[in-house]
């Protein structure tokens, strides 16, 4: 049998049981206020952290930031110059701005200011030199010379820092998508054609230093990749008229990479037209080189004489270079296009400075208007150049994707 308890008999045994839950309800209100207060806090430190951002997104990086850091550049070019204007991205933190897509690391940066400064020393109207016409376009040519040269130093070191070197890759970018039309306009079409070679080896170069380092992707920390590729083929493309033994030819072979380890060409119009359109010619040229190869078996087997070797090229004599496959200047004897089977670096900046360096040199000052031996004012002293005629040339002149 079993027994039911009353209410009053409950009450009587505990009588807050029922009727006094007001320990229960102060409990309660304990509570919310602790997730009021909590709300509130949360609140705050999401404004305070929106407020930081703000910040970070209009503060200009530190001069002695390290080189590694990247930063963002602007639209504009040496021809518009840099807006100075609140809404200007140059030389703010990238990694404060991930959806801005111009952007390349502040030792390249610094590489590219560095040169330009070397390029206005070479500029005789800067200085109101009565010169010859080529005059600026060879001291052009002679920092692109100096250039290559830094970026040979950077790689010939007991251990080569991909970062390092990519910075070197990113300052020739820079330099070269500007109005550097001094660099095309020299009477010296095969050495032009020859630095455009060489420049794209030094990309392929630093490409494979890059894959060494497991840093070439889409994914890559280095992330100015896909923008420098975009710069230099732009450069290539619009140069490509001086390039008759296939100077140019490595554009293809970087269209390749691209697509090998789907590089995105990030924050460029024209960038990813170009590298379309290289696409269709390397594929046009398969097929033609294809159905030529046919053609040459065809001839073979009809033919009964097996005297049908070529001949590779020169080979060493006296103090000339042995040419290789990868390089023969067009002046040599049996000068053929540039194949870009294979590039060595090491071997064909020793070539190039053979054929086209200055005492056998690749560098040089003899264009140096600030060196008293190659320019003297009416005074007797020479004029110093005023760094600030690069403040506004923080950002290339290209197509910026919306």
Not at 125 to 149: I, K, P
């Amino acid at each position: 049998m079993v027994t039911t308890r009353s209410k009053r008999v409950l009450s009587e045994i505990s009588p807050n049981a029922i009727a006094d839950p007001s320990p229960k309800r102060k409990k309660t209100s304990t509570h919310c206020n602790d997730q009021e207060q909590e709300d509130r806090s949360h609140s705050e430190t999401k404004a305070q952290e929106n407020r930081n951002s703000e910040i970070d997104k209009t503060a200009k990086i530190d001069r002695n930031a390290p080189p590694t850091t990247f930063v963002c550049l602007c639209g504009n070019g040496v021809k518009h110059k840099c807006r100075i204007s609140p809404k200007c991205m140059c030389m703010r933190y990238a990694d404060a701005n991930p959806g801005h897509p111009l952007c390349v690391t502040k030792g390249g940066e610094d590489l590219f200011r560095a040169w330009r400064v070397e390029q206005v020393k070479r500029d005789a109207e800067a200085f109101g030199v009565m010169a010859y016409t080529d005059y600026s376009g060879y001291g052009t040519a002679e920092v692109v010379g100096n250039m290559l040269h830094a970026f040979d130093q950077a790689i010939n070191t007991n251990e080569p820092d991909a970062w390092t070197i990519w910075a070197h890759i990113e300052g020739m970018a820079r330099f070269l998508s500007q109005d550097n039309w001094k660099f095309y306009h020299i009477d010296d079409a095969e050495a032009n054609g020859k630095r455009v070679m060489l420049i794209g080896t030094a990309l392929l170069t630093a490409l494979d230093h890059l894959v060494a380092a497991g840093l070439l992707g889409h994914d890559s920390p280095i992330r100015s990749i896909g923008f420098v590729i975009g710069l230099l083929l732009e450069f290539v493309v619009a140069y490509e008229e001086t390039c008759e033994s296939n100077e140019d030819g490595w554009r293809f072979v970087v269209v390749r990479r691209v697509d090998e380890f789907d590089i995105k060409m990030s924050g460029l119009k024209g960038a990813e037209r170009i590298v379309q359109g290289l696409r269709r010619i390397a594929r046009e040229e398969e097929a033609e080189q294809e159905e030529e190869e046919e053609e040459k078996k065809k001839e073979q087997r009809d033919e009964t004489s097996s005297d049908s070797e070529k001949n590779n090229g020169p080979q060493k004599d006296g103090n000339k270079p042995n040419f290789v496959n990868a390089y023969k200047p067009d002046s040599a004897p049996d000068s053929e296009l540039r194949s870009w089977d294979a590039w060595n670096w090491e071997q064909e900046v020793k070539i190039y400075t053979v054929w086209h360096g200055i005492d056998g040199k690749i560098d040089g000052t003899q264009y140096d208007l600030t060196l008293a031996e190659n320019y003297e004012s009416d005074d007797d002293e020479v004029d110093s150049v005023d760094s600030d005629v690069i403040d506004g040339e923080t950002g290339p002149e290209v197509g910026v994707l919306d």
